[in-house]
């Protein structure tokens, strides 16, 4: 079992948990994930990691209620435990040899950009942050980016908060006002990624998109996050989960992405609304 050592709500619907669990602590790195069971009876879910504490033994995820898997795990308080908690897994962020780096993120994509933006920063890279929201109700880690970027620009699509628009509209004025990053990342919403890759790509630089987003059971074994890369006229199939996540954003197929990652939406929107119908049951 491993124990929720804290758990704090970040807006109404995201949640951020650090677990007891010394020996991922103590092997993880940005860009990695790990697979979670709820309880005996819970289905296996990778989060990626939002941070790791070696010395504490803790680790980070941050996770938006959507599906039954994160309502049951929103439920859990500080003080419960966990039934699984594997990793970490996946491969590390590529960090080797860039010194400038602009860290593009949306949304709940945010949890996942943060420790690749502190992780450069630690390593003495120059760190541009982008981070949009729809809203500012929905802004997360303001604080945090601001402490590892040597430059944070905010952004809500509404206007309520910061800049009004989407994170392609600051990233396009950098790179027209001859900003030369070392490599891009972008990590978030595949509509998201899709407009970022169009925008950076006209300037031919280096741009690394994180498919974490359509990950399901993290083994490889369910083909759930099975992607195409088109490269030098020929398709080839990769998974997100073994084989990532992070990939070359020039040769992600993102509509077809995009078209797959719906097929169970119904599923997951029907398994979360019997699971809140139990927990109303349970609380009468």
């Known amino acids: 079992m491993y124990k929720i050592v804290r758990k704090k709500a970040l807006n109404e619907t995201v949640t951020q948990m650090e677990i007891e669990a010394p020996l991922v602590a ?20 990778p989060f990626t990691i939002a941070g790791a504490n070696a010395d504490e033994g803790t680790v980070k995820i941050i996770f938006q209620v959507v599906g039954a898997t994160t309502e049951k795990l929103n439920h859990k308080e500080a003080g ?13 962020t590529e960090t080797e040899g860039i010194r400038k780096v602009c860290i593009v993120g949306g949304g709940v994509g945010c949890a ?10 630690r390593l003495g890279a120059e760190v541009t942050s982008i981070i ?45 006002a001859g900003e030369r990053f070392d490599q891009i990342i972008t990590i978030g919403p595949l509509i998201m990624m899709k407009f ?21 059971d993290g083994t490889g074994m369910c083909g759930g996050c099975r992607l195409t890369l088109l490269r030098d006229g020929e398709r ?13 954003a020039y040769e992600v197929d ?17 398994a979360y609304e019997s699971t809140c119908n139990l927990f109303k049951k349970e609380v009468r």
């Open 26 to 45: 103590r092997k993880a790195r940005p860009g990695q994930f790990i697979i979670l069971r709820v309880d005996e009876e819970g289905e296996r879910v």
């Open 80 to 92: 419960e435990s966990l039934q699984d908690f594997v990793g970490p897994l996946g491969n590390a």
């Open 112 to 121: 996942i950009a943060l420790p690749v933006a502190e992780e450069f920063k």
């Open 132 to 176: 949009g929201f729809r809203s500012k109700d929905l802004l997360i880690l303001e604080d945090e980016f601001r402490a590892c970027s040597d430059r944070l620009i905010v952004m809500t699509d509404d206007g309520s908060y910061a800049r009004e628009g989407n994170v392609t509209v600051p990233l396009k004025e950098l790179l027209e």
């Open 196 to 216: 970022v890759t169009l925008t950076a790509k006209p300037f031919g630089v280096p741009l690394t998109a994180s498919m974490n987003p359509i990950m399901i």
């Open 236 to 248: 080839i199939t990769k998974f997100a989960c073994v084989d990532g996540p992070d990939f070359n």
């Open 254 to 270: 993102f509509d077809e992405a995009m078209s797959r990652s719906r097929t169970y939406a119904g599923f997951e929107r029907h």
